[in-house]
């Protein structure tokens, strides 16, 4: 809501982030699926499984605002200021890493994201 411009680019997903949002294990299966079929299939190239597995380890980074919300009492105050600064930073760095990640492939080339790369490199054989 803080940001209306992405509003616009996210309405053509808000079927299937409803469909995700109304199952409370979408995530888990998501996870495991992709983590499964995916990352762990020697038949899909290293360039795939290794963009993939950066996907699972963004989606798992995902957790750590919920995390920092039920820390920290938000009712107000400085608490609600640090979450909300908090789930903003989040968010940029999400779509900064989308960004990168969409050119480098139109590119060609192999993005490594900040953070993400050298744990999505451990996973991948």
Do not use: W
């Not at 597995?53 to 989606?59: E, H, I, K």
């Amino acid at each position: 809501m803080q940001f209306p411009a992405t509003q616009a680019l996210l309405q053509p997903f808000l079927p299937l982030l409803g469909f995700y949002k109304t199952y409370p294990f979408a995530s888990v299966v998501a996870f495991f699926t992709l983590y499964l079929v995916v990352v762990r299939n020697p038949n899909f190239s290293r360039y795939v499984r290794f963009n993939t597995m950066q996907a699972v380890v963004l989606d798992v980074l995902l957790i750590i605002p919920s995390l920092i919300e039920h820390t920290i009492p938000a009712d107000g105050g400085i608490g609600y200021d640090v979450l909300v600064s908090f789930y903003n930073t989040v968010f940029l760095y999400l779509v900064a890493c989308f960004v990168f990640g969409f050119s480098s492939c139109l590119l060609g080339k192999t993005p490594r994201l900040p953070l993400v790369a050298d744990a999505a490199d451990a996973q991948v054989f």
